[in-house]
């Protein structure tokens, strides 16, 4: 089903976005080497419930799965990309995390990840990769106006990620987003312009490009959630909840200084 948000709902989308950005805001600052996986989803956890929210992952238990996750951030490390199950592991000097985070704030959720990298010396092709996903992000939200299609998205995105160089995987991606973290429509990180549902003010997604150093190809951990790169090779994510008004798009889940 496709939603969309009438004045209200947009206001409180607004405030899920807001908590989310602030949220992975002091994620992000508390993630430094030697910090456990396991105390950023505390302190994920922990903001969660002081604002009131909801986690949309702890008792979330889709097919693909082996739900529910039980967690309130996803903490992907390196070779991790996506659905990373925090666990028992402290961070180390040049270690790439990605976490992602979505709540639902009075009825309306929002959902944002980013990448970054653990300590003083990053590693160039790191922050290239990362820099490609923030690109492509940037360039969905452009593409984001009414009467432009999802096709429209997914090709901006897909265009910068290709020219960058890297592989697509298409098996996950972008979303719409409201009343429930995953709605339709679909956004695939790349596709054909002009095709796809026309994008109307009040609409939500969630755009999430993401890629794999040198392949295409994902692997399930044994905890049955964490998709790894085939290869071993490192990853990044970049994602923002957006809403279509009538003169563009807002982003909703910006990281507040
Ligand atoms: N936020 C992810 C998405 O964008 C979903 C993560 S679900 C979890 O679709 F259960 F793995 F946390
Ligand atoms: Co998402």
Redesign the pocket.
Known sequence: MIEILNTDELARARAAGALVGDILHALKARAVVGVNLLDLDRQARRMIEDAGAES??VD?A?SF?R?P?G?YV?TAVNDAV????PHDYRLADGDLLTL???VTLRGVSA?A?LSFVIGATPAPEDLAMIAATERALAAGIAAARPGARIGDLSHAIGSVLSAAGYPINLE?G??GIGST??QDPHVANDGRPGRGYKLRPGLLL?L?PWVMADTDELRTDADG?TLRSATGCRTAHS?HTIAITADGAEILTLLTP
């Open positions: 949309c992952y979330y889709p799965g739900g996750f967690h996803c996506l659905h990373g199950m992602d985070l979505a959902d990840a996950f972008g979303h973290m995953h969630a999430e959630w994602e």
